[in-house]
């Protein structure tokens, strides 16, 4: 669905986007991810046709952005970050409006409206002036006006800015209902939202592509740091011994919990899974094993560690 080549955008002195390549296929749901000013929403304005870019090539649904915007513009859904929707107008009205304004003929118009009202849970609000809507219902009209023409291609710049948890969780779960018969890319920096909604996520900084993947293979990346978290009823000591004598283990921590439990945090060499080894050896001891599990990191982990390593091959370059 789209084909981005060593995209690069530049303003006076400043490099917003520089060399970047990735893809999307149909059907996925892929975050952008990274902090401000990392080039997310200038990606996706070029992706629109909103900014050209100054060097590279973009294609959406197979027709080149810059050559061919108006095939490009006809099969995305684009819901900016400032939600540019008129205050004085009432919802339904509005949506009308903007299906008319995409090439619906207006009995085409009139039965979409029904449905995105109907999908992004609008009908109760349809005759209400938009300016008097709360800021969730705002973020629902602008979903509803990138799906009302029916695009093959949704963009959602920072989607669940400014909302709260329940308005952040309906708005996701409409995004994961959509993505049978859309494909879907979100800009954001709410690292959780995407670990929560997206299948595959990339990861700006400064303009630049630093990881991509789905967040499996991003908890790849930093498998080397992943501990085994253990709650055994076994004396400190013997504990100690053990887990000094275990090749597998490179650093370990014990902290006595209650009932004569003790929790070791073991961090691995090279990223092993140390929970069999660890099965194995109570069953051998006869310890009590409460708890065996593999802390997971989170994509903030992920995102910091994999950051910061960046810094660092560029400060050793």
């Known amino acids: ?117 109907q999908q992004c849970s609008l009908t109760e609000v349809s005759r209400k002036t938009i300016g008097h809507l709360s800021k969730g219902y705002r973020q629902r009209v602008g979903l509803a006006d990138a799906l009302v023409h029916e695009p093959e291609l949704i963009i959602l710049d920072e989607p669940t800015i400014g909302l709260d948890p329940n308005q952040i969780r309906s708005v996701r779960q409409l995004i994961k209902d959509l993505s049978p018969k859309h494909t879907i890319l979100i800009s954001t920096h709410l690292l959780h939202e995407a670990e929560l909604t997206c299948h595959r996520m990339i990861i700006l900084r400064e303009g630049k592509i630093i990881a991509a993947g789905t967040p499996d293979s991003l908890q790849q990346s930093v498998r080397q740091s992943l501990k085994v978290i253990a709650e055994l009823a076994a004396p400190e000591a013997e504990l100690k011994q053990c887990w000094e004598q275990l090749p597998e283990v490179a650093l370990f921590d014990i902290v006595a919990t209650d009932n004569g439990f003790h929790r070791c945090a073991l961090t691995p060499h090279g990223g092993a899974d140390l929970r069999p080894q660890v099965f194995a050896l109570a069953k051998q001891r006869g310890w009590t094993l409460r708890e065996l599990t593999r802390n997971r990191h989170s994509l903030e982990d992920i995102y910091v560690r994999l950051t910061r390593r960046h810094e660092e091959e560029e400060e050793e370059f």
């Not at 749901?29 to 090539?57: D, E």
């Open 1 to 117: 669905m789209i084909q981005v080549s060593e995209l690069t955008k530049r303003y006076a002195g400043h490099t917003a986007v520089a060399g970047i390549s990735f893809h999307v296929q149909r059907g996925e749901i892929v975050g952008l991810l990274g902090p401000n000013g990392a080039g997310k929403s200038t990606t996706m304005r070029i992706l629109t046709g909103f900014l050209p870019a100054t060097h590279g090539k973009v294609r959406v649904a197979g027709f080149d952005v810059a050559t061919e915007s108006a095939e490009v513009r006809r099969r995305i859904g684009y819901m900016p970050e400032n939600n540019p929707l008129y205050p004085e107008m009432r919802v339904r009205e509005y949506l009308k409006f903007r299906a008319r304004l995409k090439g619906l003929p207006r009995a085409r118009a009139n039965a979409r409206v029904d449905v995105v009202l």
